[in-house]
């Protein structure tokens, strides 16, 4: 083999266009947590331990955080689940391995270590993962495949159809591209 190239030896025109795209370990928001489940491949198909749940009703990979509700969300093509939040609501996501999600998490807690920090998720996509997501984080995901995509979410409060605890945030507030996959 020949020695190594430097910039010398790229086309003038490219030679500009180049970076190192960065690996180092990402941002992580405090008290947000990932998960990763066993998830059982097969020639027939596949099986995850999503919870595993205590005599006393505890999450055993969470052990703070008592089930009281198990949701369900579906998301179409193309669609955004903008920003949203909870006071007293902590939430468990879990992206169905054949969905393919981009989920985004916003620390907008006032008093926190890592307050406006932004961390952005691949979930589902043949993985199986938990994600905790702490009240005062604000969330949503963005669906950017061409197949629907499920969320099954696990809380720790009951909803209150009288008082929800689910307050907004308009999609856009990072700006209307944020939620675009990020192509490198």
Known sequence: MSNQLTDQDIDDNIAPKIYSQIYKEKIQIDGVHLIQLKNHVGEDGD???????SEAGFVESMPDFKLAQINSTKLYPGTIKGWHLHFKQ????????????????WDIRKDSNTKDSVMRLTMGGGSSQLLFIP??????AANVTNNEAQIIYFVDQKFDVNNPDEKRIPWDSLGKDFWNPRRD
């Not at 099986?47 to 749940?53: A, D, F, Q, V």
């Not at 009240?135 to 949503?140: F, L, W, Y």
């Open 47 to 53: 099986l995850s331990e999503i919870l595993k749940i």
């Open 90 to 105: 902590n939430d468990l996501w879990y992206v169905i391995p054949s969905s393919h999600l981009i989920v985004c998490l």
């Open 135 to 140: 009240k005062g984080v604000a969330h949503g």
